[in-house]
């Protein structure tokens, strides 16, 4: 007893200590965020400062972090405060409060097509050259929901689904972000030498950018008819990101890793495995459109951003933690294929997200 306590205070102070290390690398990912795009505005690298999302800072000062940490033998003492899961899940379901519901079913019938079809499309492809290439099955869901839905979102939801390793949701938010940043500029100069139509060129951008700032980006340069159809788009493949962690949920509590014969055994591991808050991402959604609908416009939106801006933080806090955990070992192992994979899958629901769009709002 007289032992016990000591060593379980030692551990709470190292634990808060962790948090604090997480806290100070967010709030500087916070500054930097603001700071890159107003220090390099009006120059040559303004395109570059404005475009580089909160994900990259968090990421990398996380990785910075880890090894100053792992250097000085500190890492694993601290790894209590690292709390990268709850931060992760708070995340996802304020992106929920951020999502009405009644936007996309009076205003988004070719934008809900385009998005079933899309992610289809693209998981499925994804799911098989993975499968072809011998990529184990967490990460083939990981990159195949990054890739067909909405990037690291849609990875989070996945790793929670399928229980994946840090290291494997590490490696796909990077590989997001790596084929995110080029988009934003490549996109619409293809949509204005492709002559094609606002509406069209932002379904294309929307359906096929896989972060929803790089999409507000990308939108932005292409015009704000171009703009609005690509937020419709994004916002209604977010708003699928529950059913297919259902989907995964399922999958891999019934087929992959099931235990035990019985229905009831299944049923219950099918429960154990489900991420909990994807049901706090539709309930917030569900409670965002009922209250858009009761009080006046502006009140709504200073609300909602609200939501994004804690949303922001919690995501900002899961990045750093995540760059906190990170060991390569794993990385190492699965060499270039996830590269190609991904890399792949993105030619994929390019050249499909320019024929649906061009099907469905041309």
């Given at each position: 007893?007289?032992?016990?306590?000591?060593?379980?205070?030692?551990?709470?102070?190292?634990?808060?200590?962790?948090?604090?290390?997480?806290?100070a690398?967010?709030?500087?990912?916070?500054?930097?965020?603001?700071?890159?795009?107003?220090?390099?505005?009006?120059?040559?690298?303004?395109?570059?400062?404005?475009?580089?999302?909160?994900?990259?800072?968090?990421?990398?000062?996380?990785?910075?972090?880890?090894?100053?940490?792992?250097?000085?033998?500190?890492?694993?003492?601290?790894?209590?405060?690292?709390?990268?899961?709850?931060?992760?899940?708070?995340?996802?379901?304020?992106?929920?409060a951020?999502?009405?519901?009644?936007?996309?079913?009076?205003?988004?019938?070719?934008?809900?097509?385009?998005?079933?079809?899309?992610?289809?499309i693209?998981?499925?492809?994804?799911?098989?050259l993975?499968?072809?290439?011998?990529?184990?099955?967490?990460?083939?869901?990981?990159?195949?929901?990054?890739?067909a839905?909405?990037?690291?979102?849609?990875?989070?939801?996945?790793?929670?689904?399928?229980?994946a390793?840090?290291?494997q949701?590490?490696?796909?938010?990077?590989?997001?972000?790596?084929?995110?940043?080029?988009?934003?500029?490549?996109?619409?100069?293809?949509?204005?030498?492709?002559?094609?139509?606002?509406?069209?060129?932002?379904?294309?951008?929307?359906?096929?950018?896989?972060?929803?700032?790089?999409?507000?980006?990308?939108?932005?340069?292409?015009?704000?008819?171009?703009?609005?159809?690509?937020?419709?788009?994004?916002?209604?493949?977010?708003?699928?990101?529950?059913?297919?962690?259902?989907g995964?949920?399922?999958?891999?509590?019934?087929?992959?890793?099931r235990?035990?014969?019985?229905?009831?055994?299944?049923?219950?591991?099918?429960?154990?495995?489900?991420?909990?808050?994807?049901?706090?991402?539709l309930?917030?959604?569900?409670?965002?459109?009922?209250?858009?609908?009761?009080?006046?416009?502006?009140?709504?939106?200073?609300?909602?951003?609200?939501?994004?801006?804690?949303?922001?933080?919690?995501?900002?806090?899961?990045?750093?933690?995540?760059?906190?955990?990170?060991?390569?070992?794993?990385?190492?192992?699965?060499g270039?294929?996830?590269?190609?994979?991904?890399?792949a899958?993105?030619?994929?629901?390019?050249?499909?997200?320019?024929?649906?769009?061009?099907?469905?709002?041309?």
């Amino acid at each position: 007893m007289t032992t016990t306590a000591p060593t379980r205070s030692r551990t709470l102070g190292y634990a808060a200590l962790g948090v604090l290390v997480v806290l100070a690398l967010s709030a500087l990912t916070r500054y930097l965020s603001g700071a890159v795009p107003a220090l390099t505005k009006g120059t040559a690298l303004a395109g570059i400062g404005a475009s580089i999302e909160f994900p990259v800072y968090a990421i990398l000062l996380g990785l910075l972090g880890n090894a100053v940490l792992t250097a000085t033998g500190l890492r694993d003492k601290l790894s209590g405060g690292f709390r990268t899961e709850f931060f992760i899940k708070t995340g996802l379901v304020l992106l929920g409060a951020s999502i009405n519901l009644a936007v996309i079913v009076q205003a988004a019938g070719p934008a809900i097509i385009q998005s079933i079809l899309l992610i289809t499309i693209v998981f499925g492809f994804s799911w098989w050259l993975g499968g072809r290439l011998g990529l184990e099955d967490k990460l083939r869901a990981l990159l195949s929901s990054a890739v067909a839905i909405c990037g690291v979102s849609a990875a989070i939801a996945a790793a929670g689904a399928v229980q994946a390793k840090k290291e494997q949701l590490a490696y796909s938010a990077s590989l997001v972000i790596v084929f995110a940043l080029p988009s934003i500029f490549v996109l619409p100069w293809a949509a204005t030498a492709l002559g094609l139509p606002p509406e069209v060129a932002g379904a294309w951008i929307g359906g096929n950018i896989d972060t929803t700032a790089a999409v507000t980006a990308a939108g932005s340069l292409a015009g704000q008819q171009a703009l609005e159809i690509a937020t419709i788009v994004k916002v209604t493949q977010n708003a699928l990101l529950g059913v297919v962690a259902v989907g995964l949920t399922a999958y891999f509590a019934l087929k992959v890793e099931r235990d035990g014969p019985s229905a009831r055994s299944a049923g219950r591991q099918l429960w154990q495995r489900f991420p909990k808050f994807v049901l706090g991402f539709l309930a917030a959604s569900v409670i965002t459109t009922v209250y858009i609908g009761l009080v006046p416009a502006a009140e709504s939106k200073a609300a909602i951003g609200v939501a994004n801006d804690l949303r922001t933080w919690f995501l900002i806090l899961a990045f750093v933690s995540i760059g906190l955990e990170f060991r390569a070992g794993a990385l190492r192992a699965a060499g270039w294929r996830p590269v190609g994979v991904f890399g792949a899958a993105t030619v994929v629901n390019i050249v499909a997200a320019l024929g649906l769009a061009l099907l469905l709002f041309g």
